[in-house]
């Protein structure tokens, strides 16, 4: 019988629970967050978007999730 894994980690400032280690594109999908709009921070080292499809979320890690705003 297969048990899932808990992955904890920082979001935003925030306890946020995983139900098993994922890449950061999923993360996003997940949060309902399109990729094309934000920056990411990991454990205080911004994420290059081309890095978001291969770069596994662990527990413990500290992710920020910053949206770019438009204005003018």
Not at 17 to 22: A, F, G, I, K, V
Not at 39 to 60: D, Q, S
Request: no cysteine; glycine share 8%.
């Amino acid at each position: 019988m297969a048990t899932s894994v808990d992955v904890r980690i920082l979001l935003n400032g925030e306890s946020h629970e995983l139900s098993e280690p994922m890449t950061l594109q999923r993360l996003l999908e997940e949060l309902g967050i399109d990729a094309r709009r934000v920056a990411i921070e990991r454990n205080l080292v911004v994420v290059r978007r081309a890095e978001y499809a291969t770069e596994v979320v662990a527990n413990g890690d500290e992710i920020e999730i910053v949206n770019f705003v438009g204005g003018g």
